[in-house]
């Protein structure tokens, strides 16, 4: 079956301006993360969505990140006035069940250049 | 704070030779353990996790309490094999993000 997708693939912003990363989950899982991947500080969690639980924002590093998740499904990562620490690789994972750390399946993550 | 450390940014070892890659974490509580691999051009994909007591590609990992250590060894390399590692931790509850350590680079030398 189809795995993780996330668009865009590629993104080259200039500074200041916002971004928005689409993260379409594997069908019928309930979990999804966001995570970063940066050259400096490796893979970073960013954000969980459970299921209709309030997500754990407790990896945002600030308040210009947020995301959302729309009927439990496809998630949207948005970055406003974007820095040039913004640039990364944001991946998207998604997972089945609660109740345990089940295996997380990654998308090919989106490559973020703020200019 | 739970913390992974991986020594070495590269490892480099010829084919068939025995390879290991290191891992040791920092958590108070009882954490579960995973070997994610990332292969040239693909995405992040789990290699192995220590519940599972698994041997994956002939990888294996042994979740050692005393020394806060899951090292990854593998007794004779394949060119195959190269690829970045990644060493993760995960809590038995709450949201179960992955705790990821910098990442080590496998190189099998013909």
């Known amino acids: 079956g189809a795995g993780v997708s996330q668009s865009p693939s590629n993104k080259v912003t200039e500074k200041g301006k916002d971004v928005e990363l689409r993260c379409d989950p594997i069908?019928?899982?309930?979990?999804l993360y966001w995570y970063r991947q940066s050259l400096g500080q490796g893979l970073e969690f960013l954000i969980y969505f459970q299921g209709n639980s309030a997500p754990d924002k407790s990896g945002l590093p600030s308040d210009r990140f947020s995301a959302e998740r729309t009927g439990g499904s496809v998630s949207t990562l948005t970055i406003q006035r974007t820095q040039q620490e913004d640039s990364a690789v944001y991946l998207c994972?998604?997972?089945?069940?609660?109740?345990?750390?089940?295996?997380?399946?990654f998308g090919p993550g989106t490559r973020l250049t703020v200019t | 704070a739970q913390r992974v450390t991986q020594p070495e940014k590269l490892l480099s070892v010829f084919k068939g030779a025995p390879v290991e890659l290191k891992c040791n974490y920092s958590y108070s509580g009882s954490p579960e353990l995973f070997w994610y691999v990332q292969y040239s051009r693909q995405r992040l994909q789990l290699l192995l996790r220590h519940i599972s007591r698994e041997s994956i590609k002939g990888f294996t990992a042994d979740l050692n309490k005393g020394e806060t250590s899951f090292h990854l060894k593998k007794p004779f390399a394949q060119e195959e094999d190269s690829a970045m590692y990644y060493c993760a931790l995960t809590q038995q509850a709450g949201s179960y993000q992955l705790t990821f350590g910098k990442g080590t680079k496998l190189s099998v030398i013909p």
């Open positions: 069908s019928g899982h309930t979990a």
């Open positions: 994972a998604s997972s089945s069940g609660t109740g345990g750390p089940y295996e997380q399946y």
